[in-house]
């Protein structure tokens, strides 16, 4: 522990991952006064049509 | 807030995700008494090998 | 399925959940074609403290 | 309930998920005295840029 | 990786939970093939208010 | 979006979830091409009991 789980619209790219993930460790980890191995963060990627805010769907918003 | 995950068998179409949005939206917002922008909605979609009920998955089921 | 986890902000009474949950499940049933009996739904609670919007806890918000 | 999330690296087998679900429903309802018919399952397959551990993608571990 | 949530009706012991996490990941290292010390397993509680499944509440089922 | 939920032993200070909700944020932020405004963290508190890793509770780890 701790573990993250990001929801987020998909095509985030590999590398925008990659620096998400070092960066959001360090800073937990710094933070929380946890070890860096001890941080786990998995990605959700969801499409447009399945997120939803203030009850409209982001594909339908312009 | 309120932040919902709808976790549901895929094979929802676009309108039906869109008008289950808009109206958990309304009920939430009139409910809970928030704005409706402040209401969040994510689905999940999973196939059906990935659903177990009672120890069966539903691809299983006939 | 389908299934429903709501995050929320602590004291909605349970007379609200009990508002919610009704009227989520008749939505995602006659929306979904699922029976009703299918339709799960999780309120998680959580503190002021817990809870941050643009970096800030909901806790800090004036 | 009670209702399970398995976050997993994609690539399971269907038999694999099959026979988790089963196994996983009996000890549930076994130790948690309820009904295995109560116990609903989900996996989650996530590919590996999509998981981070101590910081980095496991598409990025050799 | 593998992460597991469980949800649940508050009220399992600590016994009930400790025998839960140890057969649930000797399941899931045997038929997932991975190193029981990768298996990591969260339970959340939850009162009998904030369940509900057939639109109806937990705490209001006789 | 993105929406990120922050599994955690409880006991971090509302000092420490005050300061990684806003550093998440920033990072979140200026790495995926979001505004701030649009990052939404939960910290979702769990006790000693309710977390396994390799199959042993962390309150029976000496």
Request: glycine share 6%; net charge positive.
């Amino acid at each position: 522990m701790p573990y993250v789980n990001i929801y987020c619209l998909d095509g985030r790219t590999e590398d925008q991952k990659r620096e998400m993930a070092s960066r959001i460790t360090d800073v937990i980890s710094e933070v929380g006064k946890v070890q860096k191995e001890a941080v786990h963060i998995l990605f959700i990627d969801l499409p447009r049509t399945n997120i939803s805010k203030g009850g409209i769907l982001v594909s339908d918003k312009k």
